[in-house]
């Protein structure tokens, strides 16, 4: 079964940086889309950040861009989100999706991903 799990969420303050994890098991896809995903509270789940499997260039929202990067480490079966310069606008439970028909970079953004991780908690205080 195909499973993601996430780490690295935690308490930091704002201007502080932190480092979310999402390890990948039981892929079997040759090519296939990662993304992340945050739902603050009280708000809808948002699009973060995404990247083709294929496709070395990433995809960001505009409220994120310049400060958080995807990367991934195909050796450890791991995708990153680094995320620089926290705010409080920041905090939310963040959540990795793993999707194996999106073809196009446009369909990034849109929340149909096939598997998903449980969430970390991310919290920025001012």
């Known amino acids: 079964q195909v499973r993601l799990v996430e780490s690295g969420g935690g308490l930091v303050q704002a201007g502080d940086s932190l480092r979310l994890s999402c390890v990948l098991s039981g892929v079997t896809f040759r090519t296939y889309t990662m993304g992340w995903f945050r739902r603050a509270p009280g708000k809808e789940r948002e699009f973060v950040a995404g990247?083709?499997?294929?496709?070395?260039?990433?995809v960001y929202s505009y409220s994120v861009k310049g400060r958080f990067t995807i990367s991934t480490d195909n050796d450890k079966n791991t995708v990153f989100l680094q995320m620089n310069g926290l705010q409080p606008e920041d905090t939310a439970v963040y959540y990795c999706?793993?999707?194996?028909?999106?073809?196009?970079?446009?369909?990034?953004?849109?929340?149909?991903?096939?598997?998903w991780g449980q969430g970390t908690q991310v919290t920025v205080s001012s």
């Open positions: 990247i083709m499997r294929t496709d070395p260039a990433p």
């Open positions: 999706a793993l999707d194996s028909l999106k073809t196009s970079v446009d369909t990034l953004v849109i929340p149909d991903y096939d598997y």
